[in-house]
């Protein structure tokens, strides 16, 4: 039985999560595992609402932020993957972990 892990990485700061998933992937190409991605959709854009005064209902014009996402999928290699997705990050990038197993045929 192989494991599919894969880590979904957001941040508001592009330059950030673009050197942490470099940095995840220079590693695991060293180590000799097959390294899917990184997976780039578009960035989203959130705004929120910012009020002077919630009795009267006065507002400012809302806070707008962009948050960038990249998914990369480490398959097997299972001490690896669990090592990287471990490890410290910086406060700025945000990283989510999902374990799979996968059947192989034959």
């Known amino acids: 039985m192989t ?3 894969t880590l979904e990485l957001e941040s508001g700061d592009r330059r950030a ?3 942490v998933v470099a940095d995840i992937k220079e590693t695991v190409e060293r180590k ?3 390294f899917k ?3 780039t959709p578009p960035p989203e854009t ?3 609402p910012l009020y002077d005064d919630l009795e009267r209902g ?3 014009d809302s806070w707008s932020y962009t948050v960038y996402t990249r998914t990369v999928e480490i398959v097997g290699h299972d001490e690896l993957a669990s090592s990287i ?3 410290s990050f910086p406060d700025q990038v945000h990283v989510e972990a999902d374990v799979r197993s996968i059947q192989q045929s034959g």
Do not use: C, Y
Request: avoid cysteine.
């Open 85 to 87: 997705a471990t490890r």
């Open 17 to 19: 999560l673009d050197s």
């Open 46 to 48: 959130l705004a929120v």
């Open 37 to 39: 991605g990184p997976h």
């Open 58 to 60: 006065g507002h400012f």
């Open 3 to 5: 494991f599919v892990t």
């Open 32 to 34: 000799g595992a097959e």
